[in-house]
């Protein structure tokens, strides 16, 4: 039964903060790996510094300075796939989708693989937000290709699959993804499909046990 979706934008909501704070701590890592063997270590130096100075004015939530920086730090290093990421994400908080799809765009053509997962899943973030979920599920689909394990790809491929109709879709995608630990999906089959941990669940994936499911 397809009625209101506020509990699916509130997934959205929890599920963007948590799973992008749990990967970037780990992106930065690998940037910063892939910086050292694959630039100049002059221009290096200098987008790295530009980097770090625009990631602090982020944290500070000056996000038009941070831009700036990042832009300066790309200069430097056209292949510098996580000012491209932090750029994306700026725009994105700032609502400036275009440019923010631009950026992720970047990230998938000069990123490592880890990166391009990351590069589409961002993307298909965005295109959910603007209701683009055509696109939305090809690029969770691309991300998942690359990292199976991305339990947040697979959650939010199930959001645009229910925006497109297709329920069956969203109940396997959200099963995907509880079983890969978001608590998101966890939380809403148990409240609407309480026996979907079944081999052959009862209810049926379009018919929530529970009424007034999204």
Sequence with gaps: MRQSTPAISL????T????FMRRFLYAITLAAACL???????????????????YSLHQKGDLYGAIKLYSRAIEDN??????????????????KYPQAISDYAMV???????FKAVGYYNRG????????????????TQAIELDKKMA???FHRGIARSKTGDLPGRFDDFS????????????????????WRLPTPLSSPTEPVKQGTP
Aim: net charge negative.
């Design 152 to 154: 947040g790809a697979f």
């Design 125 to 140: 973030i965005v295109h959910n937000m603007t209701g683009a979920y055509s696109e939305a599920i090809a690029d969770f």
């Design 36 to 54: 050292l063997f694959s630039t100049p270590v002059t221009h290096a130096e200098s987008a790295n510094r530009l980097f770090d100075e625009g």
């Design 11 to 14: 997934f959205i909501k929890d």
């Design 16 to 19: 963007i903060d948590w799973f």
């Design 78 to 95: 056209p292949v510098f796939a996580m000012a491209y990421q932090m750029r994306g994400a700026a725009q994105q908080r700032l609502k």
């Design 176 to 195: 995907r993804a509880a079983r890969l630990g978001d608590s998101n999906a966890e939380l809403f089959l148990n409240t609407y499909f309480p026996d």
């Design 108 to 114: 998938i053509t000069h990123g490592e693989p880890y």
